[in-house]
């Protein structure tokens, strides 16, 4: 919304909803209303309503990954085989999963048949645990050569900013290592010295400017929406 | 029944008078047209832009993996708005990558009225934004996979990010000519640092809105967060003084 521009009847009743809300959780969490009404029990039940929206915008994924991967399909466009393995994916484990997992839908087998369930659950456990977890487990281990490659392009000589990140970053990798002490046992107190001091007062900079910023700007979007 | 929680009240107190603060504060600015100072190098946005045009590439937006909750995704949200309007005016294909599903439904309105802004109604694609999963290696595996394929001429990614910030950052420095990152997040800060063409650092991140609009009422909030700050600042101040002398008003005040 720019200076020139008023608000809409719609979005000044959008403005004072997200007010009114923000102000009665304010309000709760400072003040203790017990009768004639329970507010702080008002305000904890009414976060139900907030899980029950955020578990129907869960279907808005799904149909997002649908339509996108289905057309990619139905076009055959450039990698579409993976389209394919991921819908498959999707919704074989999701199948999977409400038939024999920790979260099925029918754990006392009353109309899901026995034999399906145990059926599926080896499946379901190879999936889950040799696939899914591997696979996460693998892209977080990708981190170590992105570390690598991030630390050769910023450890380099250019500036004297740069020359001083360079040689504190060699001498906190020198004192981390085990075999530092063996060299010189000074290194390992530059290394605290560099951790401890430096490091911990540009952190607690950034942090302080941070939180602070961060209270204002949601002090500023309740006030006024944006 | 009324009753103020014991330990809350300092706290109460403090509220109002920063919620004050920033509505005066914001008054002010709108009625004085100050304008909003610079932050080294984002006008670089601009010509990237521009420049995606020209080579017929597109931009690549990740607003991070948080929630609308969260602070860093609301200012990414913010900017995103900006970005969108500049693609839009440039014909330049904009792809969003979402992790959370709420974030989802907000990306996509906000492209389809930056379309609708500048007339252009029937070129919104609702394919350009997606929600690739809720998990952050899975959502860090489908932007490296989206950034190989599309080869975007710019990679925007702001917001709140955890262990998957490197991974995208890494990707995108691969296949994207420029890089433009902004997080608050201390532990992920040095990746974008090293990475990246242009970082807003963290308090950077919440103020570069009102810069690239350069609209009195964005100022004015800007402002009116800035006078919050200063509060906090002087409170800061006031309370590591009076502890150092001895005397703990402050410590009791907030303990009220």
């Known amino acids: 919304m720019t200076a020139k521009q008023k608000m809409t009847p719609y979005e000044l009743l959008l403005q004072i909803v997200i007010f009114a809300t923000g102000f009665f959780y304010a309000f709760t969490y400072y003040v203790k209303v017990s009768t004639p009404v329970d507010l702080q029990a008002i305000a904890d039940n009414s976060l139900a309503y907030l899980t029950a929206m955020i578990i129907t915008a869960f279907a808005i994924g799904i149909i997002n990954l649908t339509r996108i991967h289905y ?156 | 029944m009324l009753e103020m929680f014991p330990g809350r009240i300092g706290q109460a107190i403090l509220l109002i008078l920063v919620l004050c603060a920033v509505a005066i504060g914001s008054r002010l600015a709108l009625r004085r047209k100050w304008k909003a100072r610079a932050i080294s190098g984002i006008d670089k946005l601009d010509s990237w832009i521009k420049h995606a045009s020209q080579l017929n590439r597109s931009v690549f937006f990740s607003p991070g993996t948080a929630g609308v909750g969260s602070t860093d995704t609301l200012a990414a949200l913010a900017l995103l708005r900006y970005v969108a309007k500049l693609c839009v005016q440039n014909d330049v294909k904009l792809i969003i990558a979402n992790a959370d599903l709420n974030v989802q439904q907000v990306t996509e309105e906000i492209l389809k009225n ?89 308090g950077e991140l919440y103020a570069a809105q009102s810069y690239l609009t350069n609209d009195p009422w964005d100022i004015s909030r800007t402002v009116g967060e800035d006078v919050g700050k200063v509060i906090a600042i002087l409170l800061i101040l006031a309370g590591t003084i009076l502890i150092s002398l001895g005397n703990e008003f402050i410590l009791n005040l907030l303990n009220l």
């Not at chain 2, 691969?174 to 990152?181: N, V």
Request: aromatic share 14%.
């Open chain 1, 71 to 226: 057309r990619n399909i139905k076009l055959k466009r450039p990698d579409w085989k993976f389209s394919i393995a991921l819908l498959g994916s999707l919704y074989g484990m999701a199948i999977f999963s409400m038939i024999s997992s920790p979260f099925q839908l029918d754990p006392q087998a009353m109309v899901i048949p026995v034999w399906l369930i145990n059926f599926i659950q080896p499946i379901w456990s190879f999936m889950y645990y040799n696939v899914m977890i591997s696979i996460n487990t693998s892209i977080f281990s990708l981190l170590a050569f992105f570390i690598a490659s991030a630390a050769f392009r910023a450890f380099k000589v250019r500036t004297l900013e740069s020359t001083i990140l360079l040689v504190a970053g060699l001498l906190v990798i020198i004192g981390e290592a085990p075999i530092a002490d063996l060299i010189w046992p000074g290194f390992s107190a530059i290394q605290n010295w560099i951790m401890l001091v430096p490091n911990t007062a540009g952190q607690r900079g950034i942090l302080i400017g941070a939180a602070l910023s961060i209270i204002a700007f949601s002090a500023r979007r309740m006030i006024r929406y944006s």
């Open chain 2, 114 to 202: 930056a379309y609708d802004e500048a007339g252009k109604s029937d070129k919104y694609n609702v394919d350009c934004v997606r929600y690739l999963s809720g998990s952050i290696f899975a959502y860090a595996a489908g932007v490296m996979g989206l950034l190989r394929r599309e080869r975007p001429a710019l990679n925007i990614f702001l917001g709140a990010f955890s262990a998957e910030s490197l991974e995208v950052a890494e990707a995108g420095r691969s296949a994207a000519l420029y890089q433009f990152g902004g997080t608050s997040s201390i532990d992920q800060l040095p990746f974008f640092l090293a990475t990246c063409d242009l970082t807003l650092l963290a």
